[in-house]
């Protein structure tokens, strides 16, 4: 249980992280961006909602499945969903950690401040989800 409660905390990352920090006057609101740079970054805050639902969707599908459903294959149902739950939980925090790589790329724009504010958080979601996988994987 305390693993999908990680993976839990990892999805609502997801699902509050991007739209908070993304619809504000240095992101959606700045003046100063394109419009091709506000389509990506609706384009980012729709991703991570997504993301963030099919995680809790995922993380807890196998306390949905009928009382009926044979034993073996409650197992199988609850082992691939917590799989396919840190990929989809940690997708958004990689890429994130990843796009400071690409040519011209930063963590923030110059009138906000230099360096990658945002790699504590990333990693720290990304820690949190594979926890939770690994916990409920293989110390349960």
């Known amino acids: 249980m305390l693993g999908k409660v990680l993976l839990t905390i990892d999805a609502i990352g997801l699902l509050l992280g991007a739209p908070i ?67 989809v939980g940690t997708i958004y925090w990689l890429a994130g950690l990843i796009a400071v790589t690409y040519p011209g790329s930063a963590g923030s724009d110059p009138e906000f401040g230099t360096g990658f504010p945002q790699a504590p958080v990333f990693s720290a979601f990304t820690t949190v989800a594979v926890t939770g996988w690994a916990y409920e994987t293989w110390m349960r």
């Not at 006057?25 to 963030?52: D, E, M």
């Not at 995922?58 to 009382?67: G, I, V």
């Not at 609850?78 to 396919?84: F, V």
């Open 21 to 87: 920090a993304d619809m504000s006057h240095s992101h959606i609101y700045n003046p100063r961006w394109p419009p091709h740079a506000k389509f990506h970054c609706g384009q980012t805050i729709t991703l991570s909602v997504a993301l963030g639902l099919a995680t809790l969707f995922f993380t807890w599908r196998s306390s949905f499945l009928a009382p009926s459903t044979p034993a073996a294959v409650a197992a199988r149902v609850a082992r691939d969903s917590l799989h396919t739950a840190v990929v």
